[in-house]
């Protein structure tokens, strides 16, 4: 069973910066489709940014050029970083890892929250 435990959230004032991370047992993160997600209060999950095991990238819209998503292979970890904050990134903050092959597993951590406020 594989588990990811989510850390690094926390208050961060507006234009400030953090950096979130995805600690995964076993050695999914060489070969999964790696992605954080983030869920605000009365809104749907969306897609953060994500990973292929090749190391493409796709970030969500709101997110492009102030988020980056990296990942350490050998310590099966998962980063988020994060700048220019602004208190609509507050939300949960969810690590996710898939195996695109047809039938494939798909495991969630169980988040952890940041909050963007003065």
């Known amino acids: 069973q594989v588990q990811l435990v989510e850390s690094g959230g926390g208050l961060v004032k507006p234009g400030g910066s953090l950096r979130l991370s995805c600690v995964g047992s076993?050695?999914?993160?060489?070969?999964?489709?790696m992605g954080w997600y983030r869920q605000a209060p009365g809104k749907q999950r969306e897609l953060v940014a994500a990973?292929?095991?090749?190391?493409?990238?796709v970030y969500g819209d709101s997110v492009k050029g102030r988020f980056t998503i990296s990942r350490d292979n050998v310590k099966n970890t998962m980063y988020l970083q994060m700048n220019s904050l602004k208190p609509e990134d507050t939300a949960d903050y969810y690590c996710?890892?898939?195996?695109?092959?047809?039938?494939?597993?798909?495991?969630w951590g169980k988040g952890t929250l940041v909050t963007v406020s003065s």
């Open positions: 996710n890892a898939r195996n695109l092959r047809p039938g494939g597993m798909e495991y």
């Open positions: 076993g050695s999914i993160f060489s070969t999964y489709f």
């Open positions: 990973m292929t095991s090749g190391g493409a990238t």
